[in-house]
Nanobody, 125 residues
Framework: QVQLVESGGGLVQAGGSLRLSCAAS????????MGWFRQAPGKEREFVAA????????YYANSVKGRFTISRDNVKNTVYLQMNSLKPEDAAVYYC??????????????????WGQGTQVTVSS
């Protein structure tokens, strides 16, 4: 069992930056692929970024590539999402998720076994 708690959301002006954190409980954190997803009102939950167990491989949605960076610290059991050059369309509730059995479909929400409660990101224009 893994519990995930996100933090770091808030209100930022367009062009600004935020750093989201996701703290995980449990001793097996380092075994999981970790992902960040987001969901805006009236829209489906969408993939943002993912990172493999060691941090050696990362994946990004085209919409955030070059602006967002996912990273992890397996000692601190924490995964991060550094978000730069934020746009109004980045506004959403951001969720972190853990995948116990990594597969090529890391970009689909159904692939993940554990979810955090989400943190709100608001971007003003």
């Amino acid at each position: 069992q893994v519990q995930l708690v996100e933090s770091g959301g808030g209100l930022v002006q367009a062009g600004g930056s935020l750093r989201l954190s996701c703290a995980a409980s449990g001793r097996t954190f380092s075994r999981y692929t970790m992902g960040w997803f987001r969901q805006a009102p009236g829209k489906e939950r969408e993939f943002v970024a993912a990172i493999n167990w060691s941090g050696s491989t990362t994946y990004y949605a085209n919409s955030v590539k070059g602006r967002f960076t996912i990273s992890r610290d397996n000692v601190k059991n924490t995964v991060y999402l550094q978000m730069n050059s934020l746009k109004p369309e980045d506004a959403a509730v951001y969720y972190c998720a853990a995948d116990a059995a990594p597969s090529p479909t890391f970009y689909t929400p159904g692939e993940y076994d554990y979810w955090g409660q989400g943190t709100q990101v608001t971007v003003s224009s």
